[in-house]
């Protein structure tokens, strides 16, 4: 099938991975997002937040003492550039290669990488191809 159209925004509110070395899992995310350009968004004693993405400790309120299982997650890249430094700095903060950069079938011009973190999540960053966007990201002020 043919992708005849691609919608992106605000489709997920938020993700929650529970993980089992909260501290590998800082030290790897703080490492693979800044080049996305995704800053850390705050951290407590039991977790970190990157915009959406919210990461806990099984100890944390949050997690109910469970740890998440496999996921797939995919971060937008705003080029190929990004997609490159994104799995060159996973690599060397934890990650394991799990698809190096490049060309996949999926549409034209889709560009990504993908790597698993501390816990065996599938982590991928993506470059869509050439583009014009209605805005850089969506504003949601409360």
């Known amino acids: 099938m043919e992708t005849q ?37 705050g951290e407590g004693k039991d977790y970190f937040w990157f915009d959406e993405l919210f990461v806990s400790s099984a100890d944390s309120d949050a997690a109910v003492g469970k740890l998440t299982g496999r996921h797939h997650l995919a971060f937008q890249a705003r080029d190929r550039a990004a997609v490159e430094a994104f799995h060159k700095t996973a690599l060397a903060h934890g990650g394991t290669d799990n698809g190096a950069p490049g060309e996949r079938p999926y549409h034209p011009g889709y560009y990504a990488a993908f790597v698993l973190d501390p816990d065996g999540n599938n982590i991928e960053a993506v470059f869509h191809g050439e583009a014009k966007r209605s805005a850089p990201s969506v504003k949601v002020t409360f």
Do not use: C, M, N, W
Not at 11 to 40: C, E, N, W
């Open 5 to 41: 159209e691609l919608h992106r925004g605000r489709l997920i509110d938020h993700l929650q991975l529970v993980v089992r070395d909260l501290a590998a899992s800082k030290a790897f995310y703080t490492a693979i997002l800044p080049p996305l350009g995704v800053p850390l968004g």
